[in-house]
C-alpha cells in the first residue's frame, strides 16, 4: 500500500525556517517524481515544488523561488522541503504527492499526482 | 505562466442531479488537465487524468472531456457522497503546475 506520511510542521515566526519531511513507503520512491502542494486556510490548491526521481532537477513556484528549496534522499525513501524566510502568507497545510507520468517512447503524454499525504500545518506567525 | 478558469466557485445542486464544472487554460495545454476531489480535512484524490481518463477505482458517474484550452468535468447523477470541492490542474512543459480556483459543491 503507497503511504506518504508529512511531518515537521509546527508554529514558527515571521523570518524563520522549517523543514518538513515526507516519509514515502509501499513504492519505489526512487523512480517517481514528488511534489509538495499547499493550501492555505479555507483557500484552494497552490503547487510549490517538484522534484525529479533522482534530485537533480527542481522546480518551484514564483511565491517560494529562492526561499524554499526542494531535495530527497532516495535511501531513506524521504522528500524533504526546506523552508527559510517565512512569511505569513506561508500559513498553510503542506502536502506531499507523487507524479506518475505516462511515457511513450521517452515523451511525457500525461502525468497526475495519484498519491497524496495527510498534510502538515505551517503556522508562521508572532 | 499559464492561467486556469475553473467555474463556477460554487454550485447548488440536487442529489440525481447532472453536474458541470469546466476549466480554461490560457494557452494551449493539450490534454495535460487533471481533475480532484477534496473533502474537508482531507487530502485531494485524483478522479480524472489526462482530461478523459477515469482513474481506477472511481465511479463512472464522473468523466470528463476536452482538449486544448476547453475542458469539462461531469457527475451524471449527483449523489450524497459527492459533496466536496473540485479541482483542475494542468501541467506545462516547463515543468510548472497550476490548479484551478475550485468549484465547492453543495446538496441544494
Known amino acids: 500500500e503507497v503511504q506518504l506520511v508529512e511531518s515537521g510542521g509546527g508554529l514558527v515566526q515571521p523570518g524563520g525556517s522549517l523543514r518538513l519531511s515526507c516519509a514515502a513507503s509501499g513504492f519505489t520512491f526512487s523512480s517517481y517524481w514528488m511534489h509538495w502542494v499547499r493550501q492555505a486556510p479555507g483557500k484552494g490548491l497552490v503547487w510549490v515544488s517538484r522534484i525529479n526521481s533522482d534530485g537533480s532537477s527542481t522546480s518551484y513556484a514564483d511565491s517560494v523561488k529562492g526561499r524554499f528549496t526542494i531535495s530527497r534522499d532516495n535511501a531513506k525513501n524521504t522528500l524533504y522541503l526546506q523552508m527559510n524566510s517565512l512569511r505569513a502568507e506561508d500559513t498553510a497545510v503542506y502536502y506531499c504527492?507523487?507524479?506518475?507520468?505516462?511515457?511513450?517512447?521517452?515523451?511525457?503524454?500525461?502525468?497526475?499526482?495519484?498519491?497524496w499525504g495527510q498534510g502538515t500545518l505551517v503556522t508562521v506567525s508572532s | 505562466d499559464i492561467q486556469m478558469t475553473q467555474s463556477p466557485s460554487s454550485l447548488s445542486a440536487s442529489v440525481g442531479d447532472r453536474v458541470t464544472i469546466t476549466c480554461q487554460a490560457s494557452?494551449?495545454?493539450?490534454?495535460?488537465l487533471n481533475w480532484y476531489q477534496q473533502k474537508p480535512g482531507k487530502a485531494p484524490k485524483l478522479l480524472i487524468y489526462d482530461a478523459s481518463n477515469l482513474e481506477t477505482g472511481v465511479p463512472s458517474r464522473f468523466s470528463g472531456s476536452g482538449s486544448g484550452t476547453d475542458f469539462t468535468f461531469t457527475i451524471s447523477s449527483l449523489q450524497p457522497e459527492d459533496i466536496a470541492t473540485y479541482y483542475c490542474?494542468?501541467?506545462?512543459?516547463?515543468?510548472?503546475?497550476?490548479f484551478g480556483q475550485g468549484t465547492k459543491l453543495e446538496i441544494k
Open positions: 494557452q494551449d495545454i493539450s490534454n495535460y
Open positions: 490542474q494542468q501541467y506545462d512543459n516547463l515543468h510548472m503546475y497550476t
Open positions: 504527492a507523487r507524479e506518475t507520468r505516462i511515457t511513450i517512447f521517452g515523451v511525457v503524454i500525461g502525468n497526475y499526482f495519484d498519491y
